[in-house]
């Protein structure tokens, strides 16, 4: 089987949405230890034997006598195995190096092949904590108002803490038209949310085209969702039908992608980058690097504009650099993610695996974003609304009430055209005037307050207003460029 890379972002994304997603492995020669295991008596024994001198692997095994013969309680020696090679990966200090034993593996490669259903986002391990990358575009994720960067503290009621990412993604999943309640801690905000996402279907399909009109202008769309194994043979037939319908610039969008596979990437970096620059460049332990050169032919006689954003990782990223680095071309939206390693699954020989980080990736001028990011060429944040969270609905909110839940109502209402006079959180006249207007518009009982139907209603018009493309000010500035 040939062994694939994977720019480490959408192997997680898969746990959640069950995209399909093929792993990776490498083969691995597993060596037979020659060595004799120590014979433990006693616990003097041990002690004196547990010198600096011993070797690691004796060390561990006399560590794991010690526990199995003097701990208080009887501990099964799979479980010390397992913790061991579990302690082994939290040394490392890599969010993206995972360890899952046989069960875990099995569990979720079935879940992989049987269904795509779930939540559609993106999830690492940070600091512990089972963290947001990215919700899909139109996902179930990103209707219910999940953002970047928030971490995921219980799953329908239960602690998650010391869950492997693994494990936490597996309670996430599950069957279309079902819910999950994620308890979230989002940064700037100081009360815990409860977010109730729906599982549906998520699409497989990754590459979607489009042709819009723009002062006379045909510009073509392309936007990426991520990157996976067939997803350069789609980007290749989009283009080509775009191109045979004649367009006079292209938007390539790989906002909310959370990356995938690295051939993916330089295959469609080959389709766009100029002929001889650098697509990306892959660094090993050791400092050396291998580049990928674009194999383009002939340039691109139409101008380009990439769409970025702080969901944007990872093999988005390696693409978002190629077009400014290599190709000369504007980047329009806001910082991404900053994940610049790559990852490799690595089989143990007894079901159980490792998810490795094998290498570092770089820019097609050599610049390592790992936690920093890729800038726009011009900066355009996305209107207030776009980032509003929802309203808890538990209680009704009304005049003379304050809090981060009418914050978060007053943004929406501004953003939907209802003016409430500010966003500070403070439910005023004007707020209950803005509220009892949306309302009489949303055929709601016009009560002035803000209660669980109304709450669900500002959400629902929101999450249309940012699906349309009139709206999306980072697309128009896009549009804007393309047509100057």
Not at 68 to 84: F, N
Not at 184 to 211: A, F, K, N, Q
Not at 313 to 332: F, Q, R, W
Request: charged share 30%.
């Amino acid at each position: 089987m040939k062994n694939k890379i994977l720019l480490p972002l959408v192997f997680v994304l898969a746990l959640l949405i069950g995209a399909g997603g093929t792993w990776a492995f490498l083969s691995m020669d597993e060596e037979q230890s020659s060595g004799e295991q120590a014979s433990v008596q006693d616990n003097s024994e041990l002690a004196a034997s547990s010198s600096d001198e011993s070797g690691g692997e004796e060390r561990i095994q006399q560590a794991m006598e010690m526990i199995q013969e003097s701990y208080v309680e009887e501990v099964e020696e799979e479980e010390l195995v397992e913790g061991a090679i579990s302690g082994m990966i939290e040394t490392l200090d890599d969010p993206y190096s995972v360890y899952m034993n046989e069960s875990t593996a099995e569990e979720f490669m079935e879940s992989l092949d049987s269904s795509f259903e779930g939540i559609g986002a993106e999830v690492s391990m940070t600091d512990g904590r089972v963290t947001i990358v990215a919700p899909f575009r139109d996902s179930p994720a990103e209707d219910a108002g999940l953002r970047p960067n928030d971490q995921i503290l219980e799953i329908d009621g239960e602690n998650i803490e010391g869950l492997s990412l693994y494990d936490a993604v597996l309670k996430i999943r599950g069957e279309k038209g079902t819910t999950v309640t994620l308890t979230i801690d989002r940064p700037g905000v100081s009360d815990l949310m409860e977010v109730d996402v729906v599982r549906d279907e998520i699409p497989i399909e990754t590459v979607y085209g489009d042709v819009v009109e723009e002062d006379g202008q045909r510009i073509g769309v392309l936007e990426l969702r991520s990157f996976s194994e067939n997803t350069a043979e789609r980007f290749e037939e989009e283009l080509t039908e775009l191109e045979d319908q004649g367009i006079d610039g292209l938007i390539i969008d790989v906002r909310g992608n959370p990356g995938g596979f690295l051939q993916s990437v330089e295959d469609i970096g080959d389709m766009i980058i100029p002929g001889g620059e650098t697509v990306v460049q892959i660094e090993d332990r050791d400092g050396g690097t291998m580049e990928h050169v674009s194999a383009l032919e002939e340039e691109k006689e139409y101008p380009i504009v990439g769409l970025i954003n702080e969901g944007s990782a990872s093999a988005s990223e390696i693409l978002a650099a190629a077009l400014h680095e290599a190709g000369g071309h504007e980047l329009v939206g806001t910082s991404t993610f900053g994940k610049g390693t790559v990852q490799q699954t690595l089989p143990m020989g007894d079901g159980s695996q490792l998810k490795l980080t094998l290498f570092r990736w770089l820019t097609s001028d050599g610049n390592d974003v790992n936690e920093e990011g890729v800038s726009p060429t011009v900066e355009v944040e996305q209107p207030d609304y776009f980032y509003a969270s929802p309203v808890d609905s538990e209680e009704t909110l009304e005049k003379d009430m304050l809090n981060e839940h009418i914050e978060n109502a007053q943004v929406m209402l501004e953003g939907l055209g209802y003016d409430p006079d500010r966003t500070d959180g403070y439910f005023d006249e004007a707020t209950e005037e803005a509220v009892r207007s949306f309302q009489e518009d949303s055929d709601l009982e016009a009560t002035g307050t803000i209660t669980e139907e109304t709450a669900d209603s500002l959400q629902e018009q929101v999450i249309e207003a940012v699906q349309e493309k009139e709206n999306d000010v980072q697309f128009q500035q896009a549009l804007e460029l393309l047509a100057e």
